[in-house]
């Protein structure tokens, strides 16, 4: 073992607490860093409206409704298909709120990129 | 002979997505417009993606919901030992329409990030096929709303023909 190699471990032996707060430091960074990798990666971070700036589109989020009666298990008869439909009417009534994503919004007209006649005097 | 075909095909094949993405040439009335009003065009394009966010949001869970019943009710017409195949079949194209909904927005939703953040008056034909791209995009998410829709009301068909089963 070279001299510098036996400075630094006696550096580190009489440094405990110092080495150990920097362990954590570079553990906590790399779990950060992760973390914000797996939100960017997949859609979380597009659809996080929690954020400052988001307040009007959270309130356009429609909120949880609650768990429906219809079951896994059970019988299945004429009583249990009717349940289930009163459910999926119910839950398809609730999309219906919410944009199609037409054409219309992103027209020319819209958007005012109408190229405007000019006037012949 | 066959090998100037070979370099034709390869050529029309590398190419070939260029050539789609491109629209047509702007004219110069409209090369002013886009000039004019590009930048209130990308305050709206930016108004636009926040009002699209909460229906992404809504749709996505409701379908998930949606699925999850659909599910539930294969698993009883499963165990009655019914024989509803398009049950099945139904639910799984329902799916796979959904993430295809899921990827095409987020395809969406980046390239009306990127449009918001170009130099339009520098480059409006640039802006301008941006703009087609978008377009594309929207329309295809469209199309998947109604092609989930489609699949519902052939599943609730469905149903209606196994409850008259159980009759």
Redesign the interface.
Known sequence: MNGRAKLAINWLRGNKLAVVVLMALLVTAILTWVSMWIYHIN?VS??D?SRPG?E??RE???R??EA?M?????????K???L??K???A??K??D???????G??S?E?????????TVE | MRKYLLICCALVIAFSPLVSAESAPLSDAQLNAVLANCSVAQVTLGRIQQSDKPARINRGFRYDSILKLMVKLNTRVAQSRIDAPELLSITSNYEKEIKAFTQTYTTYDDDLSDIQKMDCKEAPTDFYDSLTRVRENRTRLEGHVNQIDFYLDEYEKSVNNVGNILL
């Open positions: 859609d597009r659809l409206i988001y009007v589109v356009s989020v429609q949880q409704e429906g219809f079951q896994a298990t059970g019988k299945l008869d004429k249990a298909v009717d289930f439909l459910e999926f009417n839950k398809r609730l999309l709120g919410n944009s199609r994503f037409d054409q919004a992103l020319d819209q958007l005012e990129l109408v190229s405007v006649p000019e």
